[in-house]
């Protein structure tokens, strides 16, 4: 069976520090990608998703990157934290075909 | 471009009483929708989609939900809850496309609390 993976599950970052985060995803090939964020009592706001290696698209302009090296790996970076960047961060993964998105246990960011 | 409305951020109910979750949603294009439920500091787990076919569904947790196409909505539904439905909520819609990512877009959850 599928199973995807995040890391961490929560981190503290000071104002100004890079960011890196990683999603994998085991049980499958090819996935599409995607990396959510979802703001204290909000919904989730799709940031980037990628159908394969090395392809990206943006969502939302913002001081976020994304980058997928391997088909299963997904990962979230961040020069320059700002305070606006605190927040729930979730990855997703669905097959090519018509199934629904399935989400990791997400990330805890807070800036301080 | 699509959207999702869930009319109601906070719905206390009873338990063993019944609920319903509102959803509707605007799109120019046929669409596929989904409910997803969130316990705290958890990701999405799918309770249920409508792809096609009939337009009542039947998720996990005993939940299902019916689809309105003529009222643009996809209310969720469970005859009794309990107190482990205490959760938040999710609708989703993205539109029917071949070949490319699904984009979903979330509406902004509805929490459901079951009291005892």
């Known amino acids: 069976s599928q199973t995807i993976h995040q890391w961490p599950a929560t981190l503290v970052q000071p104002v100004g520090s890079p960011l890196s985060l990683e999603c994998t995803v085991e049980g499958t090939s090819n996935p599409n990608l995607y990396w959510y964020r979802q703001a204290a009592g909000r919904g989730l706001q799709l940031l980037f998703y990628s159908v394969g290696i090395g392809q990206i698209s943006s969502e939302v302009p913002q001081n976020l990157s994304a980058s997928r090296p391997q088909d299963r790996q997904f990962i979230l970076s961040s020069k320059k934290l700002l305070l606006s960047d605190s927040g729930f961060y979730l990855c997703?993964?669905?097959?090519?075909?018509?199934?629904?998105?399935?989400f990791g246990d997400g990330t805890r960011l807070s800036i301080l | 471009a699509q959207s999702v409305t869930q009319l109601d951020s906070q719905v206390p109910v009873f338990e063993e009483a019944p609920v319903e979750l509102r959803c509707n949603y605007s799109?120019?294009?046929?669409?596929?929708l989904f409910w997803y439920v969130q316990y705290p500091n958890q990701g999405l787990q799918l309770l249920l989609k409508y792809l096609s076919g009939s337009t009542l569904v039947k998720g996990i947790n005993g939940f299902e939900a019916e689809f309105n196409k003529s009222q643009t909505s996809f209310h969720l539904r469970k005859p009794s809850v309990h107190i482990s439905d205490t959760a938040e909520y999710f609708c989703a819609v993205t539109h029917i496309s071949s070949g490319s990512a699904r984009q979903l877009t979330f509406g902004s959850g509805t929490q459901l609390t079951v009291l005892p």
């Open positions: 997703a993964w669905s097959a090519q075909a018509e199934e629904p998105q399935h």
């Open positions: 799109s120019s294009v046929s669409v596929y």
